[in-house]
């Protein structure tokens, strides 16, 4: 069980690191699909086609474990 805890709390400090450096690399939230809009001066990214992808991408990593 720790190292199950372990385990999760390095793989969320990697993925909160290299995160944004991959985000600019596959424009993330500029996917077609995805939706973006201003109100009221702030801006609102609903991005769905590009959490399609990630998750399709983390099925296919993790079928290939």
Known sequence: ???WILTLVVAIFVLGIVAPH???FIRFGQL???VAFRFR????VFP???TLL?????WL???LI
């Open 54 to 58: 990630f998750s399709l991408i983390l």
């Open 1 to 3: 069980m720790l190292k």
């Open 32 to 34: 077609p699909g995805d």
């Open 22 to 24: 991959l985000a600019r």
């Open 61 to 63: 990593v993790s079928r």
């Open 41 to 44: 001066g702030r801006n609102y």
């Open 48 to 50: 769905f086609a590009s």
